[in-house]
């Protein structure tokens, strides 16, 4: 498959999984019992996180490539997942916010997963800085590639110290007595069909971004190309 | 003589004649506890927690100043072009640079313990001695994390200020754990009862000397 049929391939399926998505969480899936309309935003808040937590895993992946090999593929692919995974955060926080400010009644509280996704938040917001503020040279590129590693070998610590200082999140939703909160078949499957759906998103957009940096940085090998070729011309006259 | 102690010596003969960094970093510990004191008006009351947060404070912000002073060091006039041509190995580079940042953040970590217990109105008695260990694990794990992290910052346009936006995020779990710590030592809690928060700031040591040391050579190197 050539760049503009994965491209289409995956922006339909993106179109038909979120459409299938949209009508099962609107019309569909039954809300849950105590939280009423509210609960709804569970099943874009849940999916969302999950990619923002993939993007940053790939951020990582993605240096420790680049580190060992040092192909400029890797580099842009980690940009591309870090820019991704920053706009997937913000919505995971923002939807939260939503959730937690009817049924919580606050819209921030620094419960561990809140304070462990603002602070993975920070990270990559600090690693948008860092490209932002270098330019793009494979020094720039080794530079993000050893933050990226870093940020990510530091996540199980914070988990760690944020749950030991403090936790209220639920467990799926409320966790009673050891159920896991999705009584209703057709919650499991509007879950799962949301998942899909972001996912696909998600690699859509990736793979955008990902194609627009490879031609970035093949247009500029060439007009480094071109630039020793005309001269070698002017020498040679 | 190896090159460990060759650059660890430079690095303490440049700052034993000139007294830059730990003056700084003593000024700014004081300055951050003053300015704490008066926005916590801690000086009433006697607040442990306050107590060891200021001091935590005080840590982060002298610690990035020293950070970004030695390697302002370096970048003049290129002495790092130096010292990565010679028959150094980045890894070693990296272990004298953070031994040199360590002792620097000891000398002004033992001056803003004094001013806190001063500021505060504690007593210098045995909590102080519990709480040297802690302040010990927290040091080496920051200067291990600025060091690595000043590399990088200190060649990017206004990198004096991206290193703390990098670095604090990442210092977060340290943090967490070394002012609880603190204020469990300094209310008089033996250090076996505060087990959990002393290893995570030994993991986070252990994570960040070695991954400074692994990864120094990326981040010093000149482009190729």
Not at chain 1, 21 to 30: E, G, K, Q, R, S
Not at chain 2, 127 to 134: E, G
Request: with cysteine; proline share 3%.
């Amino acid at each position: 498959m050539n760049n503009s049929a994965i491209r289409n391939w995956l922006g339909f399926s993106t179109l038909a999984l979120m459409l299938a998505a949209l009508f099962m969480v609107f019309d569909y899936v039954p809300p849950e019992a105590e939280q009423g309309i509210a609960q709804l935003i569970f099943y874009f808040h849940v999916p969302l996180a999950w990619v923002a937590f993939a993007s940053f895993g790939l951020v990582a992946i993605a240096g420790i490539f680049y580190l060992w090999l040092g192909d400029r593929l890797w580099d842009d692919l980690g940009y591309a997942a870090a820019e991704t995974g920053m706009v997937f955060c913000t919505l995971v926080i923002v939807t939260g916010s939503i959730w937690a400010k009817p049924i919580w009644g606050t819209w921030w509280t620094w419960d561990s997963r809140l304070t462990t996704t603002f602070i993975l938040w920070l990270m990559y917001g600090g690693y948008l800085m860092l490209r932002a503020s270098a330019d793009d040279t494979p020094q720039t590129a080794r530079f993000a590639a050893v933050l990226g590693v870093v940020a990510a070998l530091d996540v199980p610590i914070v988990i760690a110290s944020v749950r030991l200082w403090r936790t209220i999140h639920p467990a799926v939703l409320v966790t009673k007595q050891g159920g896991h909160g999705l009584e209703d078949p057709r919650m499991v499957a509007t879950l799962l069909v949301s998942l899909a759906a972001f996912t696909a998103l998600w690699a859509w957009l990736l793979w955008l971004r990902f194609k627009q940096l490879r031609t970035r940085s093949r247009m500029r090998a060439l007009a480094v190309r071109i630039a020793f070729a005309s001269a070698a011309a002017s020498d040679g006259r | 003589m190896s090159g460990f102690a060759a650059v660890l010596r430079k690095d303490l003969r440049l700052e034993l004649r000139s007294g830059e960094s730990t003056l700084a970093l003593l000024a700014l510990s004081m300055l951050v506890l003053v300015v704490l004191v008066f926005a916590l008006d801690a000086a009433r009351v006697r607040s442990l927690d306050a107590a060891a947060g200021a001091l935590w404070v005080a840590m982060v912000f002298a610690g990035m100043l020293g950070a970004n002073r030695a390697l302002l060091a370096e970048r003049d006039n290129s002495a790092i072009r130096g010292l990565l041509l010679s028959p150094l190995d980045p890894a070693t580079l990296f272990a004298a640079k953070l031994a040199a940042a360590l002792i620097f953040m000891a000398v002004a970590e033992v001056g803003a313990v004094i001013l806190m217990v001063l500021f505060f109105n504690l007593d210098f008695d045995a909590s102080l001695a519990r709480l040297a260990p802690i302040l010990a694990l927290g040091a080496i794990g920051f200067s291990a994390l600025a060091t690595l992290l000043s590399a990088i910052t200190g060649r990017t346009r206004g990198g004096d200020m991206l290193l703390p936006i990098l670095a604090v995020p990442i210092f977060v779990p340290a943090l967490i754990a070394g002012v609880k710590a603190s204020a469990a030592a300094l209310a008089g809690a033996p250090l076996a009862s505060m087990g959990d928060w002393l290893k995570i700031m030994i993991a986070f040591d252990v994570l960040f000397v070695t991954a400074g040391y692994l990864l120094f050579e990326h981040v010093v190197g000149e482009d190729g």
